[in-house]
């Protein structure tokens, strides 16, 4: 057994003296995978990685399988009468979403503790009906749904909190599918299921709250306010996979919610109405409105000096950048702004005129924070792709940008290769102008486009999309910092990737690392900083998010 009190010796300095240099036992498959006994911990100043295993069996799905899951009670219809082309076999199971849009297959969860340089602790499994059933519930994502299971520290540091679904493993289409109080007909899914937050502490003890929030697509992040008597979640996600227009139980169950944590087993919860505490219109920004809720598709988030963030980068509607919720309601009379000094945080849901929802939607009270991006997506050139972001001080913000994910022809690699803006963006504050600026993007041993290998996955072209199976690494999504003793921040971050894979949401990606002077503000003062790989998946895993350990030293101000 490992000694604790070594650990925390010997991870309270690992950061200060990290050469960033590869870890030859980190970067292939894991050592065993272990639930959680009576003498689990996680240890203070560790990490914790978010990692999905695949059930690889053919028997998930069958060869002919009309999809999505019973489509031809809905509204929204099935697809080709052909059915699934291929079976459950990874990786070429993720080809039938090319047949089904909707395509995915529930998997476990592991959160793996690992040392700030990248080696494996121990394991902790998420409650699922693959293992002894549990009296708390349990709780899977969506194997190939990639901005799942991001990982966030309570604001007190105290809980880990994340996001799945209350569903067994190895079921099709649940990241598609309805929640059971905002059911779309139109939804071309024809099942239901509950999504959930999770919580564990420095024990390893879950508990898990169900929302009817994301009715059609995915809760991709949780942040638990738990500080000054606060008992309430904040999360970020998107919804919606019908036609227009959504049923009011959907526009309400996008974005950014609020949802109060339950102590009930999953069996006694029966969760309400969804409660959103922000939301956003392009309209703020003086320019037409898009379709109800379609800007709303929020990724990332975090809380910083009492303020709370998200991030947006995906979707053809709205503005990809980064947004703050303002509860003032004076830092951005144009939509576009930086926060109140001493504004407080949401304590309560959105307050909304259910009359008008269907025609004006839920009234903003989020603005692009100053600097950033406020181009709509439909005209923005070039188009932004932010991730997770994370504040080292007041006046340095560093944001995960995760790439285009272009896999539209064998150009896959190059163009990946090429991009400027997919990687670790710095981002400095000017007092003058009262807004943020780019410093420069930390890209340097990323190995944007270059293709590598993976123990056992195929080689050559994948049949279903002609193009080639080697994944390669296109930018960077959930991430993490510190600052350290001696005047620089190190920062770990899970990649993105593209491929010829059917999904490239399935791709084994890695954990990588990188140290940053804090007060370098160019690109040439930081032309020797590089990426090191800590950790990579192997065959049939992905890696999601990435956090320090609940209850870690608070201490340490880059800890948010």
Request: overall charge neutral.
């Amino acid at each position: 057994m490992t000694n604790p009190l070594s650990v925390r010796l010997r991870c309270r300095h690992v950061v200060a003296s990290l050469a960033l240099t590869a870890l030859a036992a980190s970067t292939f498959a894991y050592a065993g995978d272990y639930s959680r006994g009576p003498d689990f911990h996680f240890w203070p100043g560790n990490l914790v990685v978010s990692r999905s295993v695949y059930d690889n069996k053919p028997s998930n799905v069958q060869v002919g399988t009309i999809l999505p899951v019973n489509c031809a009670a809905t509204t929204g219809g099935c697809g080709a009468a052909t059915g699934a082309p291929y079976d459950g076999t990874y990786p070429y199971v993720w080809n039938d979403v090319l047949y089904d849009a909707n395509f995915g297959i529930t998997s476990r969860i592991y959160l793996d503790q690992i040392t700030p340089n990248g080696w494996l602790l121990n394991s902790l499994e998420v409650p699922n009906s693959l293992l002894p059933a549990a009296m708390a519930g349990q709780l899977v994502t969506s194997f190939s749904s990639k901005s799942e299971i991001g990982l966030h520290l309570s604001l007190n540091r105290k809980y880990l909190t994340f996001m799945g679904y209350v569903a067994p493993v190895n079921a099709i289409d649940v990241s598609n599918s309805n929640t059971p109080g905002a059911v779309d007909p139109t939804n071309p899914v024809g099942q239901s299921f509950y999504r959930a937050i999770a919580t564990v502490d420095g024990r390893g003890r879950f508990s898990f709250t169900e929302t009817n929030a994301y009715s059609g697509n995915n809760g991709r992040a949780a942040i638990l306010n738990d500080r000054n008597g606060g008992n309430y979640f904040y999360t970020s996600g998107n919804a919606g996979n019908g036609s227009n227009p959504q049923p009011d139980g959907v526009i309400l169950g996008a974005g950014a919610q609020f949802v109060t944590p339950t102590s009930l087993p999953e069996l006694s919860q029966s969760p309400g109405a969804n409660t959103p505490v922000a939301s956003f219109s392009v309209a703020a920004l003086g320019q037409k409105a898009d379709k109800i809720g379609k800007d709303d598709n929020f990724r990332g988030m975090t809380v910083f000096n009492n303020v709370l963030y998200f991030t947006k980068g995906s979707g053809s509607n709205g503005v990809n950048t980064v947004y703050f919720v303002e509860t003032t309601g004076t830092a951005c009379p144009s939509g576009v702004g930086v926060p109140v000094a001493g504004a407080a945080l949401p304590s309560e849901p959105l307050s909304y005129n259910a009359a008008t929802l269907q025609t004006s939607g839920l009234p903003t009270n989020m603005c692009v924070l100053a600097g950033f991006p406020s181009t709509p997506n439909k005209s923005a050139n070039p188009l932004a792709f932010p991730f997770a972001l994370w504040f080292a001080d007041a006046n340095t913000l560093y944001v995960a940008d995760e790439g285009d994910g272009y896999t539209g022809g064998t150009d896959l690699y190059t163009h990946a290769a090429a991009q400027t803006t997919a990687g670790l963006q710095k981002w400095v504050f000017n007092a003058t102008t009262n807004s943020w600026t780019l410093a420069y993007t930390l890209q340097a041993g990323l190995g944007l486009g270059q293709a590598y290998s993976v123990r056992d996955y195929p080689t050559g072209t994948n049949p279903g999309t002609n193009l080639p199976w080697s994944p390669a690494t296109d930018g960077l999504r959930n991430l993490t910092g510190r600052v350290d003793s001696d005047g620089r921040v190190t920062i770990w971050a899970v990649t993105s990737t593209i491929s010829g894979n059917g999904d490239v949401g399935a791709d084994p990606n890695r954990l990588v690392a990188i140290r940053d002077e804090l007060k370098n503000v160019s690109a040439a003062g930081a032309s020797r900083e590089k990426f090191t790989t800590l950790r990579a998946a192997g065959f049939a895993e992905v890696l999601r998010g990435v956090s320090f350990t609940p209850d870690t030293d608070a201490g340490h101000s880059g800890l948010h």
